[in-house]
């Protein structure tokens, strides 16, 4: 009998000692990650620490532009030019991309012109739809106005990301500038242009494509021989198609 209990005391050592040593681990190994922050040693090793290692995560492009062709249509709305007409413009684009960052194009545009408001009045009174004596007959607007225009240029696509739509689909954009020179022919006759300005490139999916473009253009134009300097200001849509 004193046997059995002394084998059933030494069992009951046997497992409390395992669970109390488990209880003590767990209970340092939180009192030491507690302590972490306490600790000036640690705290000045991972302040000194500088990774001379910088990683940068870029998106692969969605769309390819190595050496391809893009057709395009374009419809614009222009500010400035003659100050008695209200201009726009059809015409098309053709860029050839030599990388996503690079290219190389044409621009055509087809005017289409109306008196506004002003220069109406003033050919109203002038033909006698307005009493004669309320304006000087030889008071007419300079009128010279722009018929169509062609531009070589060269774009440069710094910036681009992607856009969700609606969680339907995903874009590719880009974000580009441009130059180029070209000519402007006019009622008077042709004149050489610069074209400046910058837009957004939107790939749809890897053959259809959007542009909203913002450019400045300047030319001269020939009123009663006395050349003058013309700027106008186009916000212009295309759509296009990559081959």
């Known amino acids: 009998m004193k046997t059995s209990k002394t084998i059933f005391l030494i069992a009951a050592i046997l497992l409390a000692v395992p669970s109390y040593a488990a209880r003590t681990s767990k209970k340092s190994a939180s009192e030491s990650m507690n302590s972490l922050g306490a600790d000036k040693d640690i705290l000045k090793k991972v302040r000194s620490y500088k990774s001379r290692h910088k ?3 870029v998106q692969k492009r969605a769309v390819d ?3 391809r062709l893009e057709l395009g249509i374009n419809y614009g709305a222009y500010s400035g030019g003659s100050a008695y007409t209200n201009t726009t413009g059809l015409g098309g684009l053709i860029d050839f991309h030599i990388t996503p960052k690079w290219s190389l194009g044409v621009r055509y545009t087809k ?3 109306s008196l506004n408001s002003e220069g109406q009045e003033i050919f109203d009174r002038n033909s006698g739809l307005v009493l004669a004596d309320e ?3 030889t008071n007419l607007p300079s009128v010279d106005r722009p018929l169509e225009a062609q531009y070589a240029v060269l774009s440069w696509y710094p910036l681009y990301g992607k856009l969700n739509f609606f969680d339907s689909a995903v874009a590719q954009f880009d974000i580009y500038t441009l130059i180029g020179g070209g000519q402007v022919k006019l009622d008077s006759g042709s004149s050489s242009a610069m074209i400046y300005g910058g837009g ?7 053959h259809f494509s959007t542009r909203l473009e913002v450019n400045y253009q300047t030319y001269k134009d020939q009123l009663q021989q006395d050349p003058r300097e013309q700027d ?3 916000v212009m849509l295309s759509l ?3 081959i």
């Open 55 to 57: 990683v940068r995560v």
């Open 65 to 67: 532009r190595d050496l």
């Open 111 to 113: 005017f289409d012109n």
């Open 135 to 137: 304006v000087n007959s």
């Open 200 to 206: 957004l490139g939107v790939w749809l999916s890897n």
């Open 232 to 234: 106008m200001l186009t």
């Open 240 to 242: 296009g198609w990559l």
